[in-house]
Structures are given as structure tokens and as C-alpha cells.
């Protein structure tokens, strides 16, 4: 596609549920990023995918949390046990290799609120 | 802990005048910078960016200044127009960390008429 899709655009779960979000990155964009956007603080890194390698999990708050990417496209992202402070919008970008310089492109995000 | 900040939440500025937005850092191993405008509802978009092997970069209406020394960057907008009227995240990268970036926690601008 032109851009990057993010779905759902909206998601309201019960406190202990399981939620996915699923990213579809650009085309031929090697580089996948994710990030989180609390209410009035700035984004914050979560994971990142680049071509084959393993990917950097620095970002994620806790092991509740995990990502994948297939087949170096589409990435999910699963909370697991969710809690109330996982309320957020939380983006997904890509880039052609890693970004850099050039930025990477957004996409419009999933706002996910636990209640 | 917050590596880079932008210590002005909002800023309201007349149509046409200029805006200038601030952001200071505190790890000086970040060589690249950038700034990313959001719309609500809508993600971030690549604004500008700037080396910091540079002191200035200029692309049409907007210009970012980087000051290695003191830490600090900031981002100009000449003439301002209703259409920039959105928040502007400041973010940093090191250039081994392949994209990876910090942000700030932004800065709402509202441009009046």
C-alpha cells in the first residue's frame, strides 16, 4: 500500500485480556518500528525489526509484551494480561533500511484503552 | 530517563510571524536529529532533520539550528501559517542504532489569524 496501515484504529479491552495489533509496513520497507504514545508524554520506543536480523527488544516494559514480523512484513504486536497503564496509542513505522536522516513514515496508530 | 526534552508545552503564535521551537538533549553521543509534526488522529510525519556534523538545515519554511555545545536545537517556522497548527515532536538517534530514536514529549503550536 501508499502508506503504512495500522489496525484496529481503536481497541477497548478489559483489564487481563490478550490484544494484537497488527502493522503492514510500507512495501519494501526493511526496517519496522514500534512505539507507544502515553497521554501527554512523548513517544516511546517499544521494538525493532531490521531484514532477517534479531530484532532490538530494548523498548518493551515488560514480558507481557512481544512482537513478530513475518516474512519481513506484517508485524503483530501482543499484549498479554493487559493492564491499565497499557492505555495508549501505540504507532508503527517503517523505513527503507534503518531510518536515519531520512525519518521513517507513521502510520496513523491504534489507540488501545484497558478499562 | 528523558534524553531529550522540549520544556514548552505550547506555544501560540500570529499567522506569519515565526515560530521557534526548543528542544535540548542531554547524551552527546546522538548525531542525527529530527522533527516530526502530528496532526490529531493521525501519525507523525517527517518534517526535517539535521546532522550534527551541522549547525543548520533549511527546507523551504522551516529551519533547524543545532547547538553541539550547549545541547540544544531548535526549529523555525517563517511565516507561520493556520496549517501548521499541530504538535511538533523534536527526537535524536545514534547513527549505530539504526533508526532507533528518542523523543521529546512535543510542543503544541496553534498559529492564529
Known amino acids: 500500500g501508499a502508506g503504512v496501515s495500522q489496525s484496529p484504529s481503536n481497541k477497548v479491552t478489559e483489564k487481563g485480556k490478550d490484544v494484537e495489533l497488527r502493522c503492514d509496513p510500507i512495501s519494501g520497507h526493511t526496517a519496522l518500528y514500534w512505539y507507544r504514545q502515553s497521554l501527554g508524554q512523548g513517544l516511546e520506543f517499544l521494538i525493532y525489526f531490521q531484514g532477517n536480523s534479531a530484532p532490538d527488544k530494548s523498548g518493551l516494559p515488560s514480558d507481557r509484551f512481544s512482537a513478530e514480523r513475518t516474512g519481513g512484513s506484517v508485524s503483530t504486536l501482543t499484549i498479554q494480561r493487559t493492564q491499565q497503564e497499557d492505555s495508549a496509542v501505540y504507532l508503527c513505522?517503517?523505513?527503507?533500511?534503518?531510518?536515519?536522516?531520512?525519518?521513517?513514515?507513521f502510520g496513523s496508530g491504534t489507540r488501545l484503552t484497558v478499562v | 530517563d528523558q534524553q531529550v526534552k522540549q520544556n514548552s508545552p505550547s506555544l501560540s503564535v500570529q499567522e506569519g510571524r515565526i515560530s521557534i521551537l526548543n528542544c535540548d538533549y542531554t547524551?552527546?553521543?546522538?548525531?542525527?536529529f529530527l522533527w516530526y509534526k502530528k496532526y490529531p488522529a493521525e501519525g507523525p510525519t517527517f518534517l526535517i532533520s539535521i546532522s550534527s556534523i551541522k549547525d543548520k538545515n533549511e527546507d523551504g519554511r522551516f529551519t533547524v539550528f543545532l547547538n553541539k555545545s550547549a545541547k540544544h536545537l531548535s526549529l523555525h517556522i517563517v511565516p507561520s501559517q493556520p496549517g501548521d497548527s499541530a504538535v511538533y515532536f523534536c527526537?535524536?538517534?545514534?547513527?549505530?542504532?539504526?533508526?532507533?530514536?528518542?523523543f521529546g514529549a512535543g510542543t503544541q503550536v496553534v498559529v492564529t489569524p
Open positions: 527526537a535524536a538517534g545514534i547513527g549505530d542504532s539504526w533508526g532507533k530514536l528518542q
Open positions: 547524551n552527546s553521543m546522538f548525531d542525527y
Open positions: 513505522a517503517s523505513s527503507p533500511l534503518g531510518g536515519g536522516l531520512y525519518g521513517y513514515t
